[in-house]
């Protein structure tokens, strides 16, 4: 266990649908991070949350909306998706700021948009 | 933009052989940092080895080493004495602020 925790670990919803990825992290780390990884592809950097700021948005559509309420926290919120944004999601943590630059990741969120 | 390159899709190794996967990476900084990191059929992303662009020397975790040519941007992971347990998919992944990764090198060990 890495000490990022995310849930749910399967989901599957239609198009007209909405729903959210929770992610937590037991580490007391000061920034999160949600990735797209889609096959044969390099993994995609979505947001950046840093001090619960959001510092980076990866010009990722609106459909995804993401939430981070304290630094354990972190949500992705999913409504009017397309069949491509079926991928796996992974959550991540790091603490910035003290040259320790390894991300630490969760077992990510199989989606799939009928 | 940042890019890291992994030329190899897949690799195969025999068991208790040596493999060496491949990462080359295009960045305009000098002080950076280079991981790998290995993705099991479990999914969770494991930290295997890093390094710190101004470390000369090659960092070595146990089985994994890494060969870092910095003026070729090249990063390149050597397995030796492989194991079963060693099959994944590999990512490279290069960091300044934020941290970007390769499309991945997917290892089967032979037994």
């Known amino acids: 266990e890495t000490g990022v925790t995310q849930t749910p670990r399967h989901l599957v919803m239609g198009m007209t649908n909405k729903k959210s990825l929770k992610c937590e992290q037991h580490l007391g780390h000061n920034a999160m991070y949600w990735y797209k990884q889609s096959a044969k592809k390099p993994l995609e950097l979505m947001f950046v949350?840093?001090?619960?700021?959001?510092?980076e948005n990866n010009s990722v559509p609106s459909r995804f909306s993401p939430e981070c309420p304290n630094s354990s926290h972190l949500f992705l919120h999913l409504h009017t998706l397309q069949p491509e944004d079926s991928a796996l999601y992974l959550c991540?943590?790091?603490?910035?700021?003290?040259?320790?630059?390894?991300?630490?990741f969760g077992s990510g969120t199989q989606l799939s948009v009928l | 933009a940042q890019t890291v390159t992994q030329s190899q899709p897949e690799m195969s190794v025999q068991e208790a052989e040596t493999v060496t996967l491949s990462c080359t990476y295009d960045t305009s900084e000098s002080d950076y940092y280079l991981f790998w990191y290995k993705q099991p059929p479990s999914r969770q992303m494991i930290l295997v080895i890093r390094q710190e662009a101004y470390k000369q020397q090659n960092a070595t975790e146990n089985r994994f080493s890494v060969n870092f040519q910095k003026a070729a941007k090249s990063f390149s992971l050597k397995i030796s004495d492989s194991q079963l347990g060693d099959a994944a998919m590999y990512f490279c992944a290069y960091k300044v602020v934020d941290m970007r990764f390769g499309a991945g090198t997917r290892l089967t060990v032979k037994p």
């Open positions: 991540a943590s790091s603490q910035e700021g003290r040259n320790n630059e390894k991300l630490f």
């Open positions: 949350y840093n001090f619960k700021e959001q510092t």
